[in-house]
């Protein structure tokens, strides 16, 4: 090719060596590497070169798994993922795309939810726990198989908490039994232990083979050893109950937890006995999330330091440091997300309705918003959208620099799990009533009527998803008219192709 002939190229009054001009242009953006192909023509394939272009790609985030030789042409794979970017923030924005509701009849009411990239894991009052995989778009919900005892032939206790990662899927029942399973090896699970009481949390790492629970005054990690078989890694003995339960992700070694128990936070190493993080007498933790380096929680203070409301403390989990206290706010803090914003940000909600961004660099919030009625209970961001969940049952999706509201979604009960990327968001409307009336414990036929529940919804706001197959042909709309008619996202209720 003429590429392989160029041993020269000129620069302005000299002639440099293609490898030293390449060296150069690395230093440029798109935009000057597009001007640089105007100059001439060996300019033009030097600006064109792959590895210029592959290093472009990398730097804005796309294709991170693909190596130099996945595409012949890396100017036009960059141009697509840019294209791309673009119609899914007009889909999200103008909520174009298709919803599903991830329902199981059988299970009675939802009792806990939770995801990880698509795959949702839901557990219910029967004791079942379900799983769906929403990248496949055939939502086929496969029921993951319980440890029968001997004695089990009765009704199964209700699941009280579910978690999934990468690889495994915990479930945690109301009798204190815990059961995991392996997702690459089917339905049968492949550790179950149990607790003597009753189990307060629940925690699964986002990647690795971890399963932290609560109960009682203990907190329990387990762990598979080289050859796969699981064991209690570590015991810890805790003076108060524990509310909140959090794995460290990106640990090497053996796992870490942070465990809040009413008023005080502590660091759960195997080495040694737990750590206290931090401690003020009264002062209870409301909230509390997790990431490698950092933990965030938020602490209630009963207004008797009148200087000093309701705050988010984040501790540094190497040095044991508080390096910042952000938020003053006479509500309690109900959830906050520091695991999934971007750096040095962090988003949470409170009970006195607002969702809040804080920049943690400057200890401040950078954006306010009044969204739920009854107090905020789910949040997640990224670096332009955040999507909050209420009590009400508001799922309220915000543009985050604008400052407003772009859509919301209702449904009856509270908003318990929230979770998105790139293309799709999955929320989870959990009953309070786990019990509701007119339902009997020993009725076999569905006597819980649909609106008592909970319901999940997958969203798919991506442009290839929306082949008409993706929605059931009696949940489409046959509306053809955009006027008066805002949200083009496919319909739940046939109303209009009966």
């Keep these: 090719s003429l590429q392989n002939e160029i041993n020269e190229v000129p620069f302005f009054d000299v002639q440099l060596p293609y490898e030293l001009a390449l060296k150069i242009f690395h230093y440029l953006g798109k935009a000057e590497l597009g001007r640089c192909a105007q100059v001439s023509r060996t300019w033009k394939i030097l600006a064109e070169d792959e590895v210029l272009w592959y290093r472009l790609c990398q730097e804005e985030g796309y294709l991170l798994d693909r190596s130099i030789s996945d595409h012949s042409c890396w100017k036009l794979a960059l141009k697509n993922c840019r294209a791309r970017e673009r119609t899914l923030k007009y889909n999200w924005k103008n909520r174009i795309g298709a919803v599903s509701q991830l329902r199981y009849e059988l299970g009675k009411v939802l009792c806990d939810v939770h995801s990880w990239d698509g795959v949702v894991i839901a557990g219910y009052t029967s004791g079942e726990v379900r799983l769906w995989d ?3 778009w055939d939502y086929t919900a496969p029921t993951l198989e319980a440890v029968q005892g001997p004695g089990d032939a009765g009704p199964r206790p209700h699941v009280s908490f579910v978690r999934i990662n990468s690889s495994l899927a915990v479930a945690a029942h109301e009798d204190g039994t815990v059961s995991v399973w392996n997702l690459l090896l089917g339905r049968e699970p492949i550790h179950h232990y149990q607790h003597n009481q009753k189990i307060q949390a629940l925690a699964l790492g986002p990647e690795g083979a971890a399963v932290a629970t609560a109960s009682g005054f203990e907190v329990k990690v387990e ?11 570590a015991t810890f003995e805790i003076q108060k109950l524990v509310n909140f339960l959090n794995l460290v992700p990106d640990v090497t070694g053996s796992p870490v ?5 009413e008023d005080i936070v502590y660091l759960l190493k195997a080495e040694g006995p737990g750590k206290i993080l931090h ?3 009264g002062q209870p933790v409301t909230c509390l999330d997790v990431s490698a380096q950092e933990a965030a929680f938020g602490i209630k203070t009963f207004g008797w330091l009148l200087n000093e409301p309701n705050q988010i403390l984040l501790y540094n989990l190497e040095t044991n440091q508080c390096l910042t206290k952000v938020g003053n706010s006479i509500g309690d803090f109900t959830c906050v997300n520091l695991h999934d914003s971007p750096p040095h940000m962090l988003v949470a909600g409170n009970k006195d309705r607002r969702v809040r961004v804080f920049d943690l660099r400057r200890g401040e919030s950078v954006c306010s918003l009044y969204a739920h009625q009854l107090g905020v209970s ?13 009590e009400e049952g508001l799922v309220c999706v915000w543009d985050q620099r604008m400052g407003t ?4 979604m209702h449904a009856r009960h509270p908003v318990r799990h929230v979770w998105f990327n790139s293309h799709s ?19 076999d036929d569905p006597a819980v009527h649909r609106k008592y529940r909970g319901i999940i919804y997958s969203y798919e706001f991506s442009g290839e998803q929306l082949a008409g197959d993706s929605v059931l042909p009696i949940c489409r709309s046959s509306y053809d008219e955009v006027t008066g008619y805002s949200y083009n996202i496919g319909l739940a209720m046939p109303y209009d192709s009966i």
């Design 134 to 136: 929403t990248r496949t």
């Design 223 to 233: 762990t598979p050893d080289d050859r796969g078989f699981w064991h209690t890694t």
């Design 257 to 261: 937890a942070v465990a809040a128990a």
């Design 279 to 281: 401690s003020v007498y």
């Design 378 to 390: 789910a949040v997640q961001m990224d670096d332009w959208k955040i999507v909050s969940g209420g």
């Design 405 to 408: 509201k772009l859509w919301e």
């Design 425 to 443: 968001l999955i929320t989870a409307n959990v009953p309070e009533e786990r019990n509701p009336r007119g339902s009997s414990s020993t009725d």
